[in-house]
């Protein structure tokens, strides 16, 4: 049995878990589950919590604030659909989509679930080809019918395509403008997706193009919906697509082992150009013989991502509404931060690499000006360069790339005025991914989750 410690803070209950119990599937009692409700009880662990207790306050504030959307769900049947949706199938986009003013977040909250269910359809490796390509082609079609419906997908995304007649209604109650911008990147989207069924992604050309269909297309949208709500002057494409290229890579590189071991079919993004140049054969990574090799190719994969770091602070510095700017800023910080976890990290091939939900909950509390986005990036880019090996095949081509960042951040001249990502190394931190041995004085202040 599961043993949990449930505090009373301003009248609420707040469960924290022992380290028995994990942080991805809590079981709580009945009792606790009426109290909680079910996604919501995972604060964390104590350990992590003692290991890390500044991860609290900002933890506390997460919580209160998922608690306060969770009273916001429009009365609406369709739109309350739409937002309950995006809460179970996206956690960390639906934070900061909720933060949006009311008209713009409608039409995210919507452009997200349609392109959640474009992306349900490409991700299911059980329906066969010929079935698949036409359903991704006319997609953008689809969105006006209210009839309309493909069942695929499991869990929530079933849910999602099951009911999708909500979000196409929710959809049709949006301004033409914003409809627009949803519909022509569904089409450009699933056209891509299309192409990308049957063409494996070879050259680092392929790897930029396939990202530009599933993420740079999304960023061009945003930048799309920003000025059709009047809150933005239109961002150029070329910025707007490497703000979803930096995401999106750093999502393939996170998730080698998830998609290699996908069942019953395994789809795989990292270009053959690089991985050819460490082993035969893709899956041979996560053999333990394999090892150096692995985190060379990982290293590899974790320097063409950096490429995109400079495009996405130009974009974020243009960025003037509050509201937008910790919308587009939150993710992008949790990108580098998730790159500078899973650089030289053999864990990748291993299990699954994230940070820490305090880590998390940090970046959403102190994510408001662009000060504090260069700090960020200052902070982890110091963590990649004092994880950089002398000996890694990609070393030189890394630090430069990492010390044109650093000085991207240092002009800003807003540097001093920030709390660090980086503490003093904790003894009793031990499964932090400390830098003890590369001489680093600090400990990375995030930690592998149990599971
Ligand atoms: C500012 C703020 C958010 C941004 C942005 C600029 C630019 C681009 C993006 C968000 C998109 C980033 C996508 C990164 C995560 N990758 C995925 O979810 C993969 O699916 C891609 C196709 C569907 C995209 C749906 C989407 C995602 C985020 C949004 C959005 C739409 C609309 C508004 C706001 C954010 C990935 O999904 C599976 C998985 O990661 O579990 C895949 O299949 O590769
Ligand atoms: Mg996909």
Request: charged share 20%; glycine share 4%; with cysteine.
């Amino acid at each position: 049995m599961h043993t949990h410690i449930v505090l009373y803070i301003l009248g609420y209950p707040f469960t924290l878990f022992s380290k028995k119990s994990t942080i991805q599937s809590p079981i709580p009692s009945p009792f606790h589950r009426r109290l909680l409700g079910l996604e919501q009880c995972k604060m964390g662990s104590l350990g992590a919590i003692l290991r890390h207790p500044d991860d609290f306050y900002p933890l506390l504030k997460l919580k209160m604030a998922a608690r306060h959307a969770e009273k916001q769900i429009p009365p609406e049947p369709h739109w309350g659909f739409c937002y309950t949706l995006l809460h179970k199938v996206s956690r960390s986009f639906a934070i900061v989509i909720q933060q949006l003013g009311t008209e713009l977040r409608n039409a995210v909250c919507i452009f997200y679930l349609v392109l959640r269910a474009l992306d349900t359809v490409e991700d299911d490796t059980s329906i066969p080809t010929e079935v698949k390509v036409p359903i991704l082609m006319a997609f953008h079609r689809h969105i006006y019918d209210r009839d309309w419906h493909f069942s695929c997908g499991t869990k929530d995304y079933k849910v999602l395509m099951d009911q999708f007649h909500l979000v196409s209604t929710a959809f049709l109650e949006l301004g033409r403008g914003y409809q627009e911008a949803i519909e022509d990147i569904t089409m450009r989207m699933g056209a891509g997706m299309a192409k990308f069924i049957c063409k494996e992604v070879e050259t680092n050309d392929d790897y930029d193009e396939y990202c530009h269909y599933v993420a740079g297309l999304v960023g061009l949208g945003l930048s799309k919906l920003f000025h059709a709500s009047g809150l933005k002057d239109l961002a150029s494409d070329s910025l707007s697509n490497s703000m979803g290229l930096f995401l999106q890579k750093t999502n393939i590189i996170r998730d080698y082992l998830e998609d290699i071991n996908e069942i019953p079919m395994s789809r795989m993004f990292w270009p053959h150009q690089i991985w050819s140049k460490y082993v035969n054969k893709l899956e041979d990574l996560k053999y333990e013989e394999n090892s150096v090799k692995a985190v060379q190719c990982l290293n590899d994969m974790v320097t063409n991502a950096l490429i995109h770091v400079d495009d996405c602070l130009k974009y974020m510095s243009a960025l003037r509404d509050p509201a937008i700017f910790r919308f587009c800023a939150i993710p992008q910080v949790m990108a580098i931060g998730t790159l500078a976890l899973c650089y030289n990290n053999i864990e990748v091939f291993r299990g699954v690499v994230k940070m820490r939900r305090g880590l998390t909950a940090k970046v959403i509390d102190r994510t408001r000006t662009m000060s504090d986005v260069y700090g960020a990036f200052f902070d982890f880019s110091c963590m990649l360069k004092s994880k950089v090996n002398k000996n890694d095949p990609n070393a030189t081509k890394t630090l430069s790339s990492l010390e044109a960042v650093l000085k991207t951040c240092r002009d800003s001249g807003t540097l001093n005025k920030r709390k660090a990502y980086i503490i003093r190394s904790q003894p009793s931190c031990s499964d932090c991914c400390s830098f003890h041995h590369t001489g680093y004085p600090f400990c990375i202040s995030f930690c592998k989750p149990i599971n």
